[in-house]
């Protein structure tokens, strides 16, 4: 984990409990619940809204158009190099937000516990939610606990959901992703999927890779509040990685994509790491990467919008939307050849030879 | 990535490409053995890039195509049996069985678990007395020295809970059968650089000798498999046939002895069952005798009634070039990727996935 982390560990020391795991009763909604909140996610995400420790937050927003959003995060390990489940569950949830044109804002919080979890390893989880709120300037307003016997979770399993205020400039519709829009990938990929498989049981291998997870709730509106409508369609490119999302789109509108290997990054270790595994980068997680599709003319402007900022560094325009081989994503590789690249088929199985 | 990055170089695979095309003067079909060069063609799209003249057949060298399904549903049984960690190669769970895929089995409840290298099985059988630890031992020669490692390791240790379920197969048996066959018009092979790192390449002349035909030992990277292709070409425009080794790098005359030393100690060759080919004479390895304690079939005296192989796949003709995937009635029908009817259609390396993904735009290629 990187420095900061660290000090902000350092910062927030684990509250004085009397009891270092978890057990059925902290999810029994009595004493001990309120123990376990009370000293930890209370104190720790304090704000006008959570402090009334209501059912559900009453929040304030403006007219218009909103975004809302949920997912659930039961990544294994729960912690990995460059973040841990935690930080994931928040940043996610905002960048599902932010792909729809919108600022996040609001978001809830729901832990499912497995008997067993160490209270220091919750708290470690809880101070990396806090961080990752602070720096995408969102609010927790309300959550849930629950305690699940031993064998019957993993860990800890944490579902978030988001509103946030679609910004007035947006115009983010599938629909409008035409053929001439370029496709523009926000940094290198495959980072934050061999990060995890780095330390996943079984295939351990030392590296420095981490992941990439961070979020887009300043990037996004800048982009949209820049470029406007002529920014048609974002999406992350998490689960199924970059292809993926490519082939979403690709089957969803009936047109073709064509992307260029050579305007994609892979870093020279995620790459290495990925000849080795036997795994393609096309189809690895990312966290921290989304690929927006724009109108020809602004490509280049919003490459160097997101290059300017600290996580775009190897932004780039990738490809284009195409009338032809309608339904597919086509790459044409670094030596001049051409192939289909295909949906992941279920999970991405790492290759005997 | 230095030693990598150079035989991906863009003007290199040009220069090869031209040379290809000035040497063919005629069509020749040819055939890469392994299925990580399969594998690199399609990735890289070598096949359009290739002058008309040159047919590429993706020949058996897939271990995830040719384990036979009874083995795939033996593994199968034992990875459903209590107190079972079946251990495997990980593309081989989505290969279907009879009933099942280990990855089906993975849903039904069974311990299946995916490793790099067979030693992780030994430690986990070190860590797990309590439960049986099952390798699934797939592959060709090049994986054989791993998979003998881990029953040396586990025979030192005196481990008691670990075996392994081998299905190796052999590769100058498979070109034999392969050009046994009337049907077969193959007239040059790319030889499997991997396989040659540990065997060697001198067990490749008598098979050059007897079917007249040019073997040259190939890696794996664009650079490689083109100059493999040119240096067969320029043998079969000559009129000659000799074994050489574009892979020199990789790759010594003798193998690695210490590697072929473990082989020897822990399996002895034997008769195979390949899918989709059938039985080919002593084209595999079992655990010796000296060993059996750490072989599966014994352990566990696994007996699985022998299935058919669905009748409609012709998976042993197209593994042997005699027809092209895209022929059979069933592909992109009966039998997908997400459906196959046969393996080469599971694994990526398999020669019909590979012409399924192809040929989807083979249609349009010039409009790509």
């Known amino acids: 984990m990187s420095d900061h982390r660290s000090i902000l560990s350092a910062s927030c020391p684990m509250p004085k409990l009397d009891f270092e795991i978890i057990t059925m009763g902290h999810g029994s909604g009595g004493l001990l619940t309120h123990k376990l909140l009370d000293a930890g996610v209370f104190d720790l995400l304090s704000n006008e809204f959570l402090?009334?420790?209501?059912?559900?937050?009453?929040?304030?927003?403006?007219?218009?158009?909103m975004a809302f959003t949920t997912d659930s995060y039961v990544v294994s390990p729960i912690f990995f190099p460059g973040g841990n489940i935690g930080e994931l569950a928040i940043n996610g949830t905002v960048n599902d937000l932010c792909m729809c044109g919108a600022k996040a804002e609001f978001i809830s919080l729901s832990f499912i516990i497995e008997e067993g979890l160490p209270v220091k390893d919750f708290w470690e989880i809880l101070i990396h939610i806090k961080q990752a709120c602070d720096l995408a300037g969102v609010k927790v307003v309300t959550g849930d606990t629950k305690v699940v016997e031993r064998g019957k979770g993993d860990k800890i399993f944490i579902n978030t959901s988001g509103i946030g205020k679609v910004l007035p400039d947006a115009s983010i519709d599938l629909d409008r992703v035409k053929p001439g829009d370029k496709v523009i990938i926000s940094n290198d990929i495959a980072k934050h999927g061999i990060a995890i498989m780095s330390v996943r049981e079984g295939l351990e291998f030392e590296s420095d890779i981490v992941s990439d997870t961070c979020h887009f709730n300043a990037i996004v509106p800048e982009l949209i509040s820049r470029f406007g409508e002529d920014i048609h369609f974002l999406r992350d490119a998490t689960r199924g990685g970059l292809s993926t999302i490519l082939n979403e789109v690709a089957q969803s509108l009936n047109k073709g994509i064509t992307i260029h290997q050579k305007a994609i990054t892979v870093d020279e270790s995620v790459s290495g790491a990925c000849e080795l595994l036997g795994l393609d980068?096309?189809?690895?997680?990312?966290?921290?990467?989304?690929?927006?599709?724009?109108?020809?003319?602004?490509?280049?402007h919003v490459v160097d919008k997101i290059r300017a900022w600290k996580n775009g560094s190897h932004a780039a325009v990738i490809g284009e939307v195409t009338e032809r081989h309608p339904g597919q994503v086509v790459l044409h590789s670094e030596i001049g050849g051409r192939r289909v690249v295909n949906m992941l088929l279920g999970e991405q199985l790492p290759r005997i030879c | 990535m230095k030693y990598l990055s150079e035989y991906r170089n863009p003007e290199l695979v040009k220069k090869y490409l031209d040379e290809i095309r000035q040497a063919c003067t005629r069509p020749w079909m040819i055939m890469e053995v392994c299925g990580g060069q399969t594998h690199s063609i399609v990735k890289n799209g070598l096949l359009q890039l290739l002058p008309e003249e040159i047919t590429m057949v993706h020949g058996p060298g897939c271990p995830v195509c040719v384990t036979p399904m009874h083995l795939i549903d033996k593994a199968v049984y034992l990875a459903l049996k209590e107190k079972v960690i079946l251990c495997s190669f990980g593309d081989m769970l989505r290969v279907p069985g009879s009933t099942d895929s280990l990855l089906e089995a993975k849903s039904k409840g069974a311990d299946v678990r995916i490793l790099y290298s067979p030693l992780e099985a030994v430690k986990l059988a070190r860590e797990n007395p309590d439960k049986q630890v099952v390798f699934f031992a797939v592959g060709f020669e090049t994986t054989a020295p791993a998979n003998a490692l881990s029953v040396i390791h586990a025979h030192r240790e005196s481990l008691k809970n670990y075996a392994i379920l081998a299905s190796h197969v052999l590769v100058p048996p498979a070109i034999d059968a392969v050009m046994n066959d009337e049907m077969v018009k193959i007239q040059g092979f790319l030889a499997a650089g991997h396989v040659c790192t540990i065997m060697g390449i001198r067990e490749y002349q008598p098979l050059v000798d007897k079917y007249k035909v040019p073997i040259v030992v190939t890696g794996f990277e664009p650079v490689d498999i083109l100059h493999g292709i040119l240096m067969v070409v320029k043998q079969l425009e000559k009129g000659e046939f000799k074994l050489e080794n574009q892979y020199a790098r990789v790759v010594r005359p003798?193998?690695?002895?210490?590697?072929?030393?473990?082989?020897?100690e822990v399996f002895e060759i034997t008769d195979r069952e390949w899918r989709g080919v059938g039985n080919?004479?002593?084209?595999?390895?079992?655990?010796?005798?000296?060993y059996s304690e750490f072989d599966a079939n014994i352990k566990f005296s696994i007996k699985m009634p022998k299935v058919e192989e669905n009748p409609e796949c012709i998976a042993g003709q197209v593994l042997k070039g005699i027809k092209k995937p895209h022929e059979c009635p069933q592909?992109?029908?009966?039998?997908?990727?997400?459906?196959?009817?046969?393996?080469?259609?599971?694994?990526?390396?398999?020669?019909?996935a590979a012409y399924y993904h192809f040929s989807k735009i083979s249609g349009q290629l010039t409009e790509v």
Do not use: W
Not at chain 2, 280 to 289: D, E, F, M, N, T
Not at chain 2, 331 to 338: L, V
């Open chain 1, 51 to 65: 402090d009334k420790q209501h059912d559900g937050a009453i929040v304030d927003v403006s007219a218009g158009k």
């Open chain 1, 281 to 300: 980068p096309l189809y690895v997680a990312n966290e921290g990467v989304f690929v927006a599709f724009v109108k020809n003319s602004i490509a280049d």
């Open chain 2, 254 to 264: 003798e193998g690695n002895p210490d590697a072929i030393k473990v082989i020897e």
């Open chain 2, 280 to 290: 080919i004479p002593l084209s595999g390895y079992q655990v010796k005798a000296k």
């Open chain 2, 331 to 352: 592909f992109g029908k009966g039998c997908t990727p997400e459906r196959p009817l046969g393996a080469p259609m599971v694994s990526s390396e398999g020669a019909c």
